[in-house]
């Protein structure tokens, strides 16, 4: 075989099998895991809480924001479930706002990117969905 058709080496962390479109600068995983903690908006496509059962419909996004913004202050990894279970409107408060792993198209795109972002252990900023705006720990 000539030697401009040899596959390109292999950048360290990558796994070899990863297709011709894979990052370089990091393999990504085929899945990941997080909590979250979400506010739902008078903008969310089912602007019901899941903890409170209380329409969400008079919540601005700004307000959310707002809220969210105090909340973060305080927030590390190892309170972020007594957050969730305190102020989460997603029915995964009951865990903690633990969802377990997930992979690629399994959460809306905007969700996947923002918790592919982070760290193990880092807390993102807000993240918008259709479902309101997050708080995401990744764990996994």
Not at 17 to 24: D, K, N, Y
Request: charged fraction near 20%; charge should be neutral; hydrophobic fraction near 30%.
């Amino acid at each position: 075989r000539p030697p401009d058709r040899r596959p390109p080496p292999v950048a360290t962390g990558q796994a070899a099998a990863a297709p011709a479109h894979a990052e370089t600068h990091s393999a990504m995983p085929s899945k990941l895991r997080c909590s979250h903690l979400l506010i739902k908006t008078c903008n969310s496509r089912n602007p019901v809480s899941r903890r409170t059962g209380a329409s969400t419909a008079g919540v601005s996004e700004e307000a959310a924001l707002k809220e969210l913004e105090v909340i973060k202050a305080s927030l590390t990894p190892d309170n972020f479930a007594q957050y969730a279970e305190q102020r989460s409107d997603c029915g995964s408060y009951k865990n903690g706002g633990d969802l377990g792993e997930f992979g690629p198209g399994e959460m809306m795109q905007e969700f996947w990117d923002g918790t592919a972002a982070l760290q193990v252990g880092e807390i993102s900023g807000p993240v918008k969905t259709d479902s309101g705006i997050h708080l995401i720990l990744r764990t996994g």
